[in-house]
């Protein structure tokens, strides 16, 4: 008898699996804005601080944009304090071109530990994470959340292989698995790995567990990628 309602049996269960997605999604939502107009309004004076001493040391602009793939493939202009020359990218080519170890590294990682292209006080702002502060922008414009997956560039998408579909399914986030798992010591397969789990794992409580343990690395851990 069992197998005569196992239709109906799984159309209730996608039911409840679509509300409570719909429910995930609203509060996520409801945390993602409130979570960042604090911290907005509460880092305002370091925010305009930033701002000053990158004027001050290395000119405009202020803002570095790159373009990054979000939810169902809509490419956005990522925010970042510019922690970089203005030249930087023809730098980058040129030291890439010329020196193998580099390449490698930047092939792994998609960044270098000691970035020659880095000013004054762009280490500061990358080691203390305060160069991504004007991604919560991004979140209060929808383009991403405060909990998900990094935002990756185009060309990245080929690392995720067949799993690119899961990422394209989330907003990209500010912090994520990954940032809270030793992420100067993962490969990109284990990032990749770390975006999944978090895709087939992600609720409520799991945001707020990521975010708690944000704020743990940022005060005691400064090693990134």
Known sequence: MLYA??????QGLELRK??????????KRL???????????????????ISLCILISDGRPVFYRQ??????GRVFDC?????????????????????PVLLQEWRACQKLRNDPRIHSIGHFLRVSSLD?????????????SVVGPRPIV????????????????????????????????????????LDVQYFQNRTIRL?????????GVFLFDHNGC
């Open 5 to 10: 309602y196992d239709d109906s049996v799984k």
């Open 18 to 27: 679509v509300r409570h997605l719909r429910s995930y999604f609203v509060v």
């Open 31 to 49: 945390f993602d804005v409130t979570f960042s107009v604090l911290v907005i309004v509460f880092l305002l004076p370091a925010i305009t601080l």
């Open 67 to 72: 373009k990054r793939i979000g939810r169902d």
């Open 79 to 99: 925010l970042k304090f510019r922690t970089m020359r203005r030249d930087a990218d023809r730098l980058l080519k040129e030291l890439l071109d010329q020196n």
């Open 132 to 144: 991504e502060l004007p991604q919560f922008l991004n979140v209060l414009r929808g383009e991403m």
């Open 154 to 193: 185009e060309d990245e998408m080929a690392r995720y292989g067949e799993r690119i579909n899961d990422y394209l399914m989330m907003k990209p986030g500010i912090t994520g698995l990954w940032q809270v798992s030793g992420r100067s010591d993962t490969s990109y397969a284990e990032r990749v790995d």
């Open 207 to 215: 945001d707020l567990k990521i975010v708690w343990r944000t704020v």
